[in-house]
């Protein structure tokens, strides 16, 4: 692949990575955000972060063996732990742990 | 907040960006694009997903003009990030926009969680930021030059995104003065992981959950 091709496309991407963060900033520089923009502001991140999780599991193959067995078992101990616990890394340590055991040495 | 307390804070992104990383760079590495690119994309673009794309648009040999346009739409689920921080970001200095730049899903989930003093708040986030990026780079530097010679079998351990993101989603669910929207996201999310193609899941169930967080604005606010 020639470089003068490569580099150009780096920098392509980065501009429009960059440009789909800083829009809002751009549109709300000036004037005050609205009501309905605050309210989107302190609402919309929980849903974010819960279709995050979605996401993330969205490469799992449901219909075939083994179901998705291993990630609906490493989301539960995710859960499990941090609701008895409250302690983000133990959770996530320990999810990942089982999760890795389980498509290592069982799937 | 401590140095030591700040890189506590994005270990789960530690674990999850080097393996994820790594993947990146092995996957350049398989295209014999030399590992230097892999540095520059990291720097220059740190968009996960977005630099796997750019991988597969290089291989198909795509223009610039159509990688630029996908790019963007891949990554147009940013701007609701943006969107969430605007009060957070609006007394810092330039700097913000290193943190603009830097707003990865992992990023911008650990933002929103961590609970940081008013008076060093830029500063944390900065180092937050800065954290993720070097795990991002030194992970697909790596992978590039060595991920075929590694003998460590990290398999799924990149699991750790995903537990990382329910955890983050349980904190903001005990946090939130409304409930409804969680559940309204679960519906959202487990339908779009089944109905929506996965290339563009992301972006769909974003303005679908946007679009009824409006529409139904005076219901999600009744009753809690």
Known sequence: MESSYLIGAIIVASIATYTTRIIPFLLFRTREPSPLVKYIELNMPLMIMVILVFYALKDVTWEIYPYGIAEIIGVIVAIALHVKFKNALLSIFVATLVYMFFIQKIF | ?224
């Open chain 2, 1 to 224: 907040m401590n140095f030591f307390a700040i890189f506590k804070l994005t270990i789960p992104v530690l674990m999850g960006y080097i393996p994820l990383g790594m993947a990146f760079g092995l996957l350049l590495s398989k295209l014999l694009i030399p590992w230097y690119y892999a540095l520059f994309m990291s720097i220059f673009i740190f968009a996960g997903s977005g630099q796997f794309l750019a991988l597969t648009l290089f291989a198909s040999q795509a223009t610039i003009l159509e990688i630029g346009i996908a790019t963007f739409l891949l990554n147009l689920r940013h701007t609701f990030y943006g969107l969430s921080m605007i009060s957070t970001f609006k007394d810092f200095s330039w700097k913000k926009h290193y943190l603009i730049f830097g707003l990865t899903d992992e990023t911008f989930a650990l933002l929103k969680t961590s609970e940081v003093p008013q008076i060093n708040r830029e500063k944390v986030y900065l180092i937050i930021t800065a954290l993720n990026q070097c795990y991002w780079i030194i992970g697909s530097v790596v992978g590039a030059m060595l991920g075929n010679i590694l003998p460590f079998n990290y398999e799924g351990i990149e699991f750790s995104l995903t537990a990382l993101f329910v955890v983050l989603s349980i904190e903001l669910y005990k946090k939130s003065r409304l409930h409804k929207p969680f559940f309204v996201a679960l519906i959202i999310g487990l339908f779009g992981m089944f109905l929506f193609p996965p290339q563009k899941m992301l972006i769909l169930s974003l303005c679908v959950a946007a679009f009824v967080l409006i529409v139904f604005k005076r219901s999600m606010e009744s009753g809690k």
